[in-house]
């Protein structure tokens, strides 16, 4: 009696299915479009819903003809669907279709902001809950935690901390942050256990001084002076001229800045009514110092103005005041008597008769060469002729 009851109801539900055909196929092939998951290896049957609505019809059964199935098996494979649905389709984590159409003849991809993944953590790494672009993909932001860590409990970064366990980089917890050590890498002062951020790099002060740095090679964290001959890194350090014995806008590798050393020049020599100031030089601490000043006696300033003159090619103009040139182009003291070749080479500017004169004493019978009293003018006892 059973057998004949399933042999009625395995005939009921093919002519069915030969009465449907065509919907069936239709329906199928859409199915398939919408990028339907395939079913179970093991059996052929495709469960399309009635267009009356009423449920869904099995097509064939077993992967082996049926030969043998029974209606309890086949019923397990069915489910029942509302009309007009396709209960095969793909799942949101597929970023693919929903198994409904578009209103356009066409499937309709899960729309834009539908969950399609769950959040994952590796370390400071946090990879957001993946949202459907309306496109087909499963889009996923990829965030840096640092420096707290990943938080897997809730797929979120650690925004504070209450122990060492929720910070990156082997940083401590600190007052609810995480501070990095000397030469991690920082942004800002607060992610530094020592308070300082300096140029990028956590350190031990707050190495904001001229010329010192605390990302030198080598010592990263620790603040050291720069280089002799760097530039000062915050610009600190003046950069004068020379004339100022100042700053050179350089570091002198002691973490300071370099002023223009000792012995160079901040001023050029000058010689001004026979009186020469020789050039000028900084101490090597700021200052420009000066030398005593030169007479240039008995010779005066030379032409270019900035030294003493060596010698007399122009003549007595080159000497200062009661000095006269000699032949050899030094310049000597004027005489106030004795012998002389010409009047330039007496205090008097007369050398009459061979000797300074106190006067020109060129009149008739004077001479300046009397015995007891050479350098006067004095009435010649001869008076025949000058003497």
């Given amino acids: 009696m059973w057998q004949d009851e399933r042999r009625g109801a395995r005939q009921s539900r093919e002519s069915r299915g030969q009465s449907h055909g065509r919907s069936w196929l239709l329906v199928i092939a859409a199915a398939v479009g919408c990028g339907r998951a395939p079913l179970p290896s093991t059996r052929t ?9 009423a449920a869904e019809v099995d097509l ?8 043998g199935g029974d ?10 669907a509302t009309a007009g649905s396709d209960v095969g389709f793909d799942t949101p984590s597929t970023f693919g279709l ?16 539908t969950v399609c993944g769950t959040p994952s953590c590796q370390g400071d790494i946090l990879t957001t809950a993946g949202l ?27 925004s504070s901390c209450t122990s060492d366990a929720q910070c990156s980089g082997g940083r401590p917890c600190t ?23 300096s140029y990028g790099a956590c350190c031990d002060r707050a190495c904001d001084g001229p010329c010192e740095t605390c990302g030198h090679a080598g010592s990263t964290g620790t603040c050291t002076p720069v280089a002799a001959g760097a530039v000062d890194p915050h610009g600190i350090c003046p950069s004068e001229t020379a004339s100022s014995c100042g700053g ?8 300071a800045c370099l002023l223009y050393p000792k012995a160079t020049v901040c001023a050029p020599a000058s010689c001004s009514d026979g009186v020469l100031t020789p050039v000028s030089l900084c101490d090597g601490a700021g200052m420009c ?9 008995p010779l005066g300033c030379a032409a270019s103005g900035d030294t003493c003159s060596r010698g007399c090619p122009g003549g007595d103009a080159i000497c200062t005041l009661g000095y006269y040139c000699t032949g050899d182009e030094q310049c000597v003291a004027k005489k106030t008597d004795g012998a002389c070749v010409g009047d330039h080479e007496c205090l008097s500017d007369h050398c009459a008769n061979q000797v300074c004169c106190d006067s020109a004493c060129d009149g008739p019978c004077v001479s300046c060469n009397q015995q007891g009293s050479v350098g006067q003018c004095r009435p010649s006892s001869n008076c025949t002729t000058q003497e």
């Fill in 45 to 53: 049957d495709a469960r399309i819903v009635d267009a009356r609505g």
């Fill in 175 to 197: 007052g609810g942050s995480c501070a990095s050590y000397g030469g991690v890498p920082c942004t800002e002062n607060a992610e530094c256990k020592s308070g300082f951020c």
């Fill in 248 to 255: 050179t806008g350089l570091c002198d590798g002691k973490g």
């Fill in 289 to 297: 110092t000066t030398g005593p000043k030169l007479s240039c006696a």
């Fill in 60 to 67: 064939d059964a077993d992967a082996g003809g049926d030969t």
């Fill in 98 to 113: 929903d198994g409904t159409g578009d209103g356009a003849g066409g499937c309709r991809q899960y729309p834009s902001g």
């Fill in 132 to 158: 459907c672009d309306g496109a087909g993909a499963c889009v996923a932001e990829v965030r840096v935690c640092a420096p707290f860590l990943c938080d897997s409990r809730t797929g979120t970064c650690f």
């Fill in 71 to 80: 209606l309890a098996a086949d019923a397990a494979w069915d489910v029942p």
